[in-house]
């Protein structure tokens, strides 16, 4: 009983420190997050479940964009910005092909040189288990853990390889896509999904001899956008130039992010966007949940191997397969 009450008594403390801002305990609660010890994780919960009238009023903001396109270059500049406003910026940077996570955190801090030396801003690597699983799970929890903070702006950057993008689009509030301009068919290469997904393109890198090049760019992926029907009623995905080295084209780019929540808001589909998300959420967490069930009982995952080799081996349907498991668990479902 006294184990209990010191364990209560600890969850309070972090929760206490965390809402007061300090760095060192919101850092700590992240690495209990990041942690696979049954009893971290159950204490992770309890403070997420006792943060939780704390969390859910930053402005969630992902940004995507493959490699040398300048994303930290953009979120340096566009997060100084917000915190000269008044802002206070967290990120958490996103790369599900990473397992150095401590490599990840010194990366990131020297890629966003001025940001990560303001007291109004916290650069995180999210911890991602090198899953997309973990992604979603892991990404969203640390992103309750600094909404909790004070942190009113979050924004969660993927390395923009992989399908970690959809990921991230599911989890925020305004998901930008950055690309720069080719010297041939700007459209090839570039991944449908992705445009459809995006609630803004920025061309980046508008500046010097690229000027022409980027505007030309923007007309064509606006162009592509026309052709397909958009994600909302309440809004049309804009292309935009911008400029992050010269801080250009940032501030046009940060009202249309500003817009875009005012309309969204107004026409009720923010909150429902958010609610869908938090759903999606839990059902991610259970499938993770009961297949992580099915993988602890030894008996169980015996047979779950050999009923992949039946089905890989065409012997058995997929659908008798899961039958078979779900009677095992003693679940009593059929799908």
């Known amino acids: 009983m006294a184990a209990a009450r010191q364990r209560l008594a600890t969850i309070d403390e972090y929760a206490d420190r965390l809402r007061a801002g300090d760095r060192a305990t919101l850092a700590r609660a992240i690495t209990l997050i990041e942690s696979a010890r049954p009893e971290h994780m159950a204490q992770a919960q309890e403070l997420l479940q006792r943060l939780l009238p704390y969390t859910g009023k930053a402005h969630r903001i992902g940004i995507t964009g493959v490699p040398g396109v300048g994303k930290s270059t953009l ?35 020297t890629r966003m040189v001025r940001l990560a030396q303001s007291r109004n801003a916290f650069i995180r690597p999210s911890p991602t288990s090198g899953t997309l699983g973990g992604v979603a799970r892991k990404t969203r929890e640390t992103m309750a853990l600094v909404e909790a903070a ?23 509030d305004f998901f930008l896509v950055l690309l720069l301009a ?62 992050s080295q010269e801080n250009r084209g940032l501030e046009k780019l940060w009202a249309k992010i500003l817009e875009h929540k005012d309309l969204m808001t107004a026409s009720g589909e923010f909150q429902a ?63």
């Open 182 to 243: 080719g010297g041939g068919d700007d459209l090839q290469g570039i991944k449908r999904g992705i445009i459809e997904i995006a609630d803004m393109i920025a061309i980046t890198k508008a500046d010097g001899d690229n000027i022409a090049r980027a505007k030309k760019a923007a007309a064509i992926y606006q162009g592509a956008l026309s052709i397909i029907a958009p994600e909302s009623p309440t809004w049309a995905p804009p292309v935009l130039t911008i400029s």
């Open 75 to 109: 979120i340096d500049q566009l997060g100084m910005d917000l915190v000269e406003q008044g802002h206070k910026v967290a990120v958490l940077a996103v790369d599900p092909t990473s397992t150095r996570s401590g490599g990840s955190i010194l990366g990131d801090k």
């Open 273 to 335: 966007r958010r609610g869908a998300q938090a759903v999606d959420w839990m059902r991610d967490l259970l499938q993770q949940r009961l297949l992580a069930a099915l993988q602890s009982d030894a008996a169980i995952a015996k047979r779950l191997h050999e009923l992949e080799g039946d089905v890989r081996a065409g012997r058995r349907t997929p659908a008798l397969a899961v039958d078979e498991l779900v009677a095992l668990m003693g679940l009593g479902v059929r799908a």
């Open 150 to 172: 004070g942190f009113d702006i979050v924004i969660v950057e993927t390395v923009g390889v992989g399908q970690s993008e959809v990921a991230v689009a599911g989890m925020v």
